[in-house]
T-cell receptor, first 112, second 110 residues
Framework: EAQVTQNPRYLITVTGKKLTVTCSQN?????MSWYRQDPGLGLRQIYY???????DKGDVPEGYKVSRKEKRNFPLILESPSPNQTSLYFC???????????FGPGTRLTVL | TQLLEQSPQFLSIQEGENLTVYCNSS?????LQWYRQEPGEGPVLLVT?????EVKKLKRLTFQFGDARKDSSLHITAAQTGDTGLYLC??????????FGSGTKLNVKP
């Protein structure tokens, strides 16, 4: 089944403890992206990647890192999480730029 | 400040009524997308409009892209309870960077 998977789905952590949220797609898509969704703000793009080893900042990249070493995976890294990064995070992939984005199920992160 | 202003934020209507959701910006976008999101799930793309003035229809849903490619509207005719959900517009810059509106929560009552 074609899908975007994220792990974990739920995570509660403490300030400063490094964490990684994984994202994987099995559709051989070139484009992948990370978003955060907060009440009243819609989705905001964090980082995106147009292909392996090609990443660029979205609208709210501060406090986040990404890597794209393989086409199927696009992990989101929080080196030192803070409470203002508490949010619902979505990963998305698309065949290429401008194509339909397919979203993962989301990861709800709470930073205490 | 949101780059894309979406209105209304909330809409509660009776089944059979018509409604329009607006998405406005002072910026030009290369394309404009509309998504629908159910609770606990990721957004699902409804339509992408690319050309200024473009109108697309998807059954009872009509999408329009403004002539200047700065705004868009979603019109639903004869709403059904199954249309209930969160509707999001998203403008793309260079087809890579996406800016979402804050969303319209639609509730269609039977």
């Amino acid at each position: 089944e074609a899908q975007v998977t994220q792990n974990p789905r739920y995570l509660i952590t403490v300030t400063g403890k490094k964490l990684t949220v994984t994202c994987s797609q099995n559709m051989n898509h070139e484009y992948m992206s990370w978003y955060r969704q907060d009440p009243g703000l819609g989705l905001r793009q964090i980082y995106y990647s147009m292909n392996v080893e090609v990443t660029d900042k979205g609208d709210v990249p501060e406090g986040y890192k990404v890597s794209r070493k393989e086409k199927r995976n696009f992990p989101l890294i929080l080196e030192s999480p803070s409470p203002n990064q508490t949010s619902l995070y979505f990963c998305a992939s698309a065949p290429g730029q401008g194509d339909t984005q397919y979203f993962g199920p989301g990861t709800r992160l709470t930073v205490l | 400040t949101q780059l894309l202003e979406q209105s209304p934020q909330f809409l509660s209507i009776q089944e059979g009524e018509n409604l329009t959701v607006y998405c406005n910006s002072s910026s030009v976008f290369s394309s404009l997308q509309w998504y629908r999101q159910e609770p606990g799930e990721g957004p699902v793309l409804l339509v992408t409009v690319v050309t200024g003035g473009e109108v697309k229809k998807l059954k009872r849903l009509t999408f329009q892209f403004g002539d200047a490619r700065k705004d868009s509207s979603l019109h639903i005719t004869a709403a059904q309870t199954g249309d209930t959900g969160l509707y999001l517009c998203a403008g793309a810059r260079n087809f890579n960077k996406f800016y979402f509106g804050s969303g319209t929560k639609l509730n269609v009552k039977p």
